[in-house]
């Protein structure tokens, strides 16, 4: 298995947010050969370059491409807002242009990358109370919609002779970045009880993890095809909310009906209240099979790391 320094240069499409920057220290500090950001804002100063690009049209950041060792598609409109038909457009539409982007660019390379890593979501399996694996049903509505047209803007810009590599990726725990320092945050409040029934599933992955995945999907020839990127043991809201409070030391924690989530979460915090009343037990039965590690598979232990080191 080559090391990241042999794959020469790895590009992150869509890089400035929470995962990319994560992903691209990570990747510097693990001793890859260049990497670059691809991202409309400026990302801070750190071990990458950055190329500027709209993820929609072609531009001088195709050049980062030609020759690379990897490219990351990570590029889409955050869903943690409130989900007007303008929204939802976002949603779709930044995922699939920029994807079609990266792979009109990969095509035209004169000297194509060894791997694509394409992100996509495990919500593509709906928002089912059983636990799914890689061979589960696809769930209905708009988070599976999109994942689907995500998935098949990649399968149909991705040229033969790439290997490709498919991350269904669950909740990313991280220290600066995501949803948990805000749900941290209501938790400190005395607003971190149970949401609604508390048996919605809660499908997550420490950001240490979601890295050494991504490190694996690039470097690992073996790796092929759709993976969940979830820690092997989801629970359910309840369960993750009371680990929440015990991480931070909360004494007691407010639940919240789900009428009550219903009004607060558009008008408090403007975001989607599906995001808390409606989740997902996932748990990959590839990575199991191919023998892949996790470092952080205990919820306790993972927000315990968390939260003492932010």
Same mark, same amino acid.
């Given at each position: 298995m080559p090391s990241l320094a042999d794959m020469g240069r790895v590009v992150i499409a869509g890089g400035s947010g929470f995962l990319g920057l994560n992903l691209?220290? #990570?990747?510097?500090?693990?001793?890859?050969?260049?990497?670059?950001?691809?991202?409309?804002?400026?990302?801070?100063?750190?071990? #990458?370059?950055?190329?500027? #690009?709209?993820?929609?049209?072609?531009?001088? #950041?195709? +050049?980062?491409?030609?020759?690379?060792?990897?490219? $990351?598609?990570?590029?889409?409109?955050?869903?943690? %807002?409130?989900?007007?038909?303008?929204? %939802?457009?976002?949603?779709?539409?930044?995922?699939?242009?920029?994807?079609?982007?990266?792979?009109?660019?990969?095509?035209?390379?004169?000297?194509?990358?060894?791997?694509?890593?394409?992100?996509?979501?495990?919500?593509?399996?709906?928002?089912?109370?059983?636990? %799914?694996?890689?061979?589960?049903?696809?769930?209905?509505?708009?988070?599976p919609t999109v994942g689907a047209a995500w998935e098949q803007a990649f399968d149909e810009g991705c040229p033969k002779g790439i290997r490709r590599v498919v991350l269904r990726t669950s909740f990313v725990l991280g220290r600066f970045g995501?949803?948990?320092?805000?749900?941290?945050?209501?938790?400190?409040?005395?607003?971190?009880?149970?949401?609604?029934?508390?048996t919605q599933g809660m499908s997550w992955i420490h950001e240490t993890d979601m890295n050494?995945?991504?490190?694996?999907?690039?470097?690992?020839?073996?790796?092929?095809?759709?993976?969940?990127a979830s820690a092997p043991n989801a629970v359910s809201n309840r369960v993750f909310m009371r680990e929440l409070r015990r991480a931070i030391g909360a004494p007691f924690g407010l639940p919240a009906a789900?009428?009550? $989530? +219903?009004?607060?979460?558009?008008?408090?915090?403007?975001?989607?209240?599906?995001?808390?009343?409606y989740g997902r037990y996932v748990v990959s039965k590839r990575l199991a099979e191919e023998g892949f590690e996790f470092g952080h598979a205990d919820l306790a232990e993972a927000l315990a790391d968390l939260l003492k080191r932010a």
């Open positions: 691209a220290r #990570w990747l510097a500090e693990r001793g890859a050969g260049e990497v670059v950001v691809l991202s409309r804002s400026k990302p801070p100063a750190g071990p #990458w370059q950055h190329e500027p #690009w709209d993820a929609r049209s072609q531009g001088a #950041w195709a +050049k980062a491409i030609d020759g690379a060792g990897a490219v $990351v598609n990570l590029a889409g409109r955050s869903v943690d %807002c409130i989900k007007t038909p303008l929204h %939802c457009d976002q949603i779709l539409r930044s995922r699939v242009e920029a994807t079609r982007a990266v792979g009109e660019a990969v095509r035209t390379a004169k000297h194509l990358p060894r791997v694509w890593v394409q992100m996509s979501t495990a919500h593509r399996y709906g928002d089912s109370e059983l636990m %799914c694996d890689e061979d589960s049903a696809f769930g209905y509505g708009l988070a995501g949803a948990l320092s805000r749900l941290a945050g209501l938790a400190r409040w005395g607003l971190g009880g149970t949401i609604a029934r508390g050494r995945l991504f490190e694996k999907a690039i470097t690992d020839d073996a790796m092929q095809g759709a993976y969940i789900g009428w009550m $989530v +219903k009004l607060g979460a558009p008008l408090v915090l403007r975001t989607d209240p599906e995001l808390a009343l």
